[in-house]
């Protein structure tokens, strides 16, 4: 390998992904150099990702496609800060976040049924809190085309459930889906807080190791339940799809529960967001 033209390395290191990049310079002095090329981390990179980057809502610096890759591994605003791009540090394969601006959810516009507002806890200007409602609907939409190609993405919900004013919401569970064309990825999610961080507690500690808490009374049947992330708030999955990449299409991913007739309230909405599994 020592023998070996530092473009060769490159090709050789190309074919892998950043992580295997940055552990073989660790490992290998011969590797170095080609780790640090921006050549590299320019095939990396997204192919537009000098067009995504013009439409940041704030000036980028970088001195390398290196520190660039890594400085668009945290989000990037773009679309006047009402959604957020960055890439999986892993893979390089893209990622959106679409703020609760960018959302579909019905009768949001009303303030008797929902309350926009900021909160010190997102980087987006609003999010929004359900204050009253017996019909609930959130659904986003995403083109395929700004999507990373021949991936598997999954959808998630950002949310939080406001302790000491939520009410209705795990009643009934809720229906989430993901629709792109013909096909359709469905499920059932409860957005009881207790049932989130139990589930989180179980991925971290095992199952074994934590006590049960407070049931809600559709638990047991339910497939999902959100997950507590390192931020505090709650990511539902709200399904998957592949994207091939050959074709423009539309991906619909939604949250509703329309079936029950009692009110329900609490739900803090920040964002939707659609990442490589």
Known sequence: MEGLPVDCIIDILSHGTP????????????????????????????????????ESVSPLKYKSKKELFFKISSPLFIDHGL????IDKATGKKCYKLSASKLYIAWSANPLFWCWKPVIESRFAEVVELRMTSWL????????????????????????????????????????????????????????????????LERVCGKNKVEEGSRSK???NVARVGLERKDGWLEIELG???????CEKEVKMSLREINGVHLKGGLVVESLEIRPT
């Open 218 to 220: 559709f638990e047991d």
């Open 19 to 54: 992580r295997d990049a940055c552990r073989s310079a660790m490992v290998a002095s011969v590797f170095r150099a080609a780790a640090e090329s921006d050549v590299l981390w320019d095939r990396f990179l997204p192919p537009d990702h000098e067009e995504i980057i013009s």
């Open 137 to 200: 609907e959130i659904e986003g939409k995403i083109d395929t085309r700004i999507l990373s190609p021949n991936t598997m993405y999954r959808a998630y919900l950002i949310v939080k459930v406001a302790h000491h004013r939520a009410y209705g919401l795990d009643v009934v569970p809720c229906e989430v889906l993901v629709e792109v064309g013909e096909f359709c990825s469905r499920g059932m999610v409860t957005l009881s807080h207790n049932a989130c961080v139990k589930r989180s």
């Open 240 to 246: 998957e799809f592949y994207n091939q990449g050959m």
């Open 83 to 86: 959604k957020a791009f960055f």
